[in-house]
């Protein structure tokens, strides 16, 4: 069901300086932006061979980002893995007892099909299914 770790999603509060820090200090390559209005996101892409790292910023005070930045601060977020068909990874899942906190895809960073489940089935990790 899953093919590898498409990307790996980091909070941040000032998603210009974590730019600059993930691509002037650390030397990763930008890979561009994408924003995603319905979730109230930034998104910051760098390419990591076959995954990417995708810093998060919050574009409203009411988005999950922001949220999450409240209770956790800074940090991974969640972890994304590639699927071939997210329909049926969401059914597979649903039928095994996974809680789904989306029940069908809706379009994420880079306009891909994207589903979360719910961190109480993950071991309390937010867990992305994409489909690439």
């Known amino acids: 069901m899953f093919s590898k770790i498409a990307h790996l999603g980091i909070a941040v509060k000032d998603l210009d300086a974590a730019v600059r820090l993930w691509r002037d200090t650390l030397g990763f390559t930008l890979g ?3 924003e995603v209005p319905e979730q ?46 997210l329909e049926a990874a969401l059914a597979e899942l649903k039928a095994r007892g996974v809680a ?11 306009g891909h099909k994207i589903a979360f489940l719910h961190p109480k089935s993950t071991g309390g990790i937010l867990v992305e299914l994409t489909q690439l």
């Open 32 to 34: 561009g932006f994408d």
């Open 100 to 110: 789904l906190i989306d029940e069908k895809p809706r379009i994420g960073a880079g």
């Open 40 to 85: 109230k996101v930034k998104v910051a892409m760098f390419p990591v061979g076959e995954s990417r790292i995708e810093l998060l910023g919050a574009t409203s005070p009411d988005s999950p980002i922001a949220k999450h930045l409240e209770k956790k601060g800074e940090g991974i977020q969640h972890v994304a893995f590639a699927v071939p068909d």
